[in-house]
């Protein structure tokens, strides 16, 4: 340990402390019994897919397509992910299958 | 509520891989640097946010600097600003309860509960409770795991973390099965792309989220939704 206990929860509750605010700042700012406004209820509806999207996407960030094995294992287990999907529509499935594909990708090809 | 966590777990099953995996890999890290389980559990316990508690390692193994680890998980952490504003409507009336619900609306949890509708005969608010409280225990009881006994897992985990890209690739497809939401979605990964491309890896996030908001406010009359 670097820091004293007390210099530790120091900082776990500054870390805490930041993330909560991101996190309630939505719902201090329009609460219950506030109608919420029309933009802000537009962006409720329009972000979340969009969201998702960036989710996928800075999962990805760290993968190097020039370097190593040029991003193929993740482009070939997100293939097998859509095509499963599609097949079976099943979540579970399309996930677990999908990440099999690239542990045996990462493991054993590249 | 038995019946909410019943009907929530096999939603919860990717989340489960990947935070007791992802939550060993915390513990056994933070153990390797002289914080063990009391430390890394009570970090996962109360602040609760996956990628900046790894960040926070490098914060915990220097001099002592609380403002800077608070401004930080602002900014690494932004996008829960986002999955608010979704989330406004679907936790409005729930109670006392949405308050634990907010605490812990992580990415993984945002998506699902956006993204799945509560069963017929499960009360709206328990099952959102349902999913949450499972998610939290995963990421709590893996890192306490990996504080405890990381060293002796045998088996070969390379690339398992994939199991919470595969979970966003999925959620993603779902949305895209709506067909009003295919512009939002292809908003969110082109923005996605291109703040990676011009900030990098590291910085990317709150820029994206700056052009999702400015692209869709701009189509906006178009988007009728």
């Known amino acids: 340990m670097h820091l004293t206990s007390l210099q530790t929860i120091g900082i776990i509750v500054a870390v805490a402390l930041g993330t909560m605010i991101t996190r309630f700042l939505p719902f201090l700012l329009f609460p219950e019994h506030k109608k919420i406004p029309e933009y802000i209820e537009f962006l409720g509806k329009a972000l979340p897919t969009a969201m998702m999207g960036l989710l996928v996407v800075y999962c990805l960030k760290g993968v190097n397509i020039i370097k190593g094995s040029h991003g193929l294992p993740e482009l070939l287990a997100i293939g097998v992910i859509l095509i499963l999907h599609r097949l079976k529509n099943n979540v579970l499935l399309s996930i677990g299958g999908g990440t099999i594909v690239y542990m045996l990708l990462v493991q054993l090809v590249f | ?225």
């Open chain 2, 1 to 225: 509520m038995k019946k909410a966590l019943k009907e929530a777990f096999p939603h919860t099953i990717p989340i489960l891989t990947g935070f007791l995996f992802l939550g060993m890999a915390y513990g056994v890290l933070m153990k390797t640097k002289g914080y063990g389980p009391v430390w890394s559990v009570l970090m996962s316990a109360v602040a609760f946010c996956g990628s900046m508690q790894f960040v926070a390692i490098a914060l915990l193994t220097t001099v002592f600097q609380p403002l800077q680890a608070f401004l930080l998980s602002i900014m690494v952490n932004a996008r829960h600003i986002f999955y608010g504003i979704s989330m406004l409507s679907k936790y409005r009336g729930l109670g006392k309860m949405r308050y634990f619900l907010i605490y812990v609306l992580c990415d993984e949890t945002f998506s699902i509960t956006y993204g799945v509708e509560p069963p017929e005969g499960v009360e709206r608010r328990y099952f959102y409770f349902a999913i949450s409280l499972l998610n939290y225990l995963y990421w709590v009881f893996g890192t306490l795991i990996g504080g405890i006994a990381g060293n002796f897992i045998t088996f070969n985990t390379e690339g398992l973390d994939f199991v919470l890209t595969a979970l966003f690739v999925v959620l993603f497809l779902e949305q895209w099965k709506k067909k009003e939401n295919r512009v939002m979605g292809v908003v969110g990964i082109m923005c996605s792309i291109l703040s990676l491309l011009i900030f990098g890896a590291d910085q990317m996030v709150i820029p994206a989220m700056i052009l999702i908001v400015l692209c869709l406010s701009g189509g906006r009359k178009k988007l009728c939704i």
